[in-house]
């Protein structure tokens, strides 16, 4: 199973083995920072399974919240020891490998938790270029009270004397402290030199060989089969289109679902940009009479969701069926499902770990496909966090208006007409929404915000316009600032602005009459109102 070590690689990536750690994915930013390309795994994977891709140049196990000696520690394949791949252990990972190889952790009185300084007692690669002082982050509770056989203490600090560990000639590291975060002001260089002077990675992940190489594996994936995808005009199904359209060209469909709840014009520039642009073949589906019937009548959010749920999940079968049985004799079936999975929704799925986005994915499950289509599954963008996305979409020539775009719900305007919905709610919140949209973008707010728009409330209230009295509608501004929709603030726009969208609201729209805005946060408000 031993690996060649030290030597240069031409194409290499760093596995990251998760044990729960909060700062799991920020290590994986990090290294992909550094322009290499870097995997977040479940801690239980095996070693055989690592030893199968020669690409990995290194390992890095990240912290968590357990104790080695807890019952229900999370354990690694101790054959990984034995690879021959460098390793650098953080926090817990380093107290993990540490009592693997043979030491001994033990609980310390006091958790240290917070700044420290380090010493660096033997600089070697680790510490190549770095001073001897370094300020660090700290947050553990157990520490090594005995060295595994080969290792020496690179570092100390005033409460730890095995603050840093490391076996040159294994080339396995351990830091109890957190490099990746930004209170280790050093910590981004700490990581650089495991990186390029111990496990000697080529920096050579970029957005332009992500792209390579995704067309070449998606080719592979699907050879001359044909594939589906829905496109709702968000960042992510835009991207995945372009990018495997790139792929495949005309081997790719994508579906839109028209269901009577979109924005003003969003249905024409999603034709407009993949049909008439980029040449895509787009089957758009009709769908506004059946949501709307389904949802007549129906004030409940929750039930708003379920309905448009289930009917999207009939509109985009019955499309997917109706172009199979379309299909000229002879043409491949359409055997391949296309989804613009990130790599926030992949890490869901490893076990442990305090992944903040299990939580708000729970309500968008509007644009997901069915499971069980019997096609097999086409996800370029599985690795990518959602910036890279956005980057990749650049690359491939989307507009700004569909990388840097605001999140819009999978439930549409459904969910920002409170209570019924009706036509004439509709066309109220979307003539509303469109002016928000325009004053946002021509004050250049629209891009700093991470949502704005207009709720219709259902509250009629007394007016004057002219000489006569009037007895409308009232609409709602949200703007907030966030950075992942998991909290958010309303933003203190300048009254200059807010007088002007409440104005050309309240004279343009038909049936509106007042106009509030929404100072208030998530939590305890949510973004939504709905
Ligand atoms: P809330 O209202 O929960 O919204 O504070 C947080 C973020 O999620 C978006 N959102 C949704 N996105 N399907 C989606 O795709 C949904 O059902 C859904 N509900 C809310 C919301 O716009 C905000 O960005």
């Not at 499902?337 to 499950?365: C, F, M, R, W």
Request: glycine share 8%.
């Amino acid at each position: 199973m031993a690996k060649k070590v030290l030597s240069s690689h031409s194409i290499g990536k760093i596995v990251i083995l998760d044990f729960g750690s909060q700062y799991t994915q920020v290590i994986a930013r990090r290294v992909r920072e550094s322009q290499i390309f870097s995997e977040v795994l479940p801690h239980t994977v095996k070693a055989s399974q690592l030893a199968q891709d020669s690409t990995i140049c290194g390992i890095i196990l990240s912290g968590g919240p357990a104790s080695v000696y807890g019952a229900k520690a999370p354990a690694l394949d101790k054959k990984i020891y034995q690879l021959g791949i460098p390793i650098l252990g953080i926090c817990y990972g380093m107290q993990l490998l540490a009592h693997d190889l043979g030491g001994k952790v033990a609980r310390s009185e006091r958790r240290e938790y917070g700044q420290g300084e380090l010493t660096v007692k033997k600089t070697g690669l680790l510490f190549k270029k770095l001073s001897r002082k370094l300020e660090v982050w700290n947050s553990h509770g157990d520490h090594i009270e005995k060295l595994p056989k080969g290792f020496v203490a690179l570092g100390t600090t005033e409460n730890a004397p095995h603050a840093v560990i490391g076996d040159e000639k294994r080339h396995i590291y351990g830091l109890q402290f957190h490099p990746e975060v930004a209170h280790t002001p050093q910590g981004k260089e700490i990581l650089n030199n495991f990186l390029f002077e111990i496990c000697r990675c080529p920096a050579t992940w970029t957005m332009g060989s992500f792209i390579e190489d995704a067309c070449q594996k998606i080719r592979a994936q699907v050879g001359n089969g044909r594939v589906i995808l829905g496109l709702s005009g968000g960042v992510d199904s835009s991207v995945a289109a372009a990018l495997i359209h790139k792929a495949i060209g005309d081997q790719l469909t994508c579906i839109f679902v028209d269901n009577g709840l979109l924005r003003a014009g969003e249905r024409q520039a999603v034709q407009d940009l993949f049909e008439r642009n980029f040449k895509m073949k787009l089957k758009v589906a009709s769908a506004e009479k059946q949501f709307l019937s389904k949802l007549r009548g129906v004030s409940d959010p929750e039930r708003k969701r379920k309905i448009i749920g289930k009917e999207f999940i009939q509109v985009f079968e019955k499309c997917a069926s109706d172009l199979q049985r379309s299909s000229k004799k002879g043409a491949a079936p359409f055997k391949f499902l296309a989804q613009g999975t990130l790599y926030p929704d992949v890490i869901e799925s490893v076990p442990i770990g305090d992944n903040p986005a299990a939580l708000i994915k729970s309500h968008h499950n509007v644009g997901g496909l069915p499971k069980n289509m019997k096609m097999e599954l086409v996800e370029p963008l599985r690795q990518l966090f959602k910036d890279e996305v956005r980057e990749v979409g650049r690359e491939l020539g989307l507009p700004r208006e569909v990388v840097d775009r605001q999140p819009f719900p999978g439930p549409g305007l459904a969910v920002r007409v409170i209570g019924t919905i009706t036509p004439s709610g509709l066309k109220i919140l979307r003539a509303a929404d469109a002016i928000v949209i325009e004053e946002m973008r021509a004050s250049d707010w629209y891009y700093k915000v991470w949502q704005s728009f207009a709720v219709l409330l259902p509250v009629q209230s007394v007016g004057v316009m002219g000489d006569e009295r009037t007895y409308d509608y009232t609409i709602a501004l949200r703007v907030v600032e966030s950075q992942d929709g998991m909290t958010a603030n309303w933003v203190d726009l300048p009254s200059s602005l807010l007088g002007k969208i409440s104005s050309r609201i309240i004279n343009e729209v038909k049936g509106v009459n007042r106009c509030v805005y929404d100072i208030s946060n998530k939590p305890p408000a949510t973004i939504e109102w709905e």
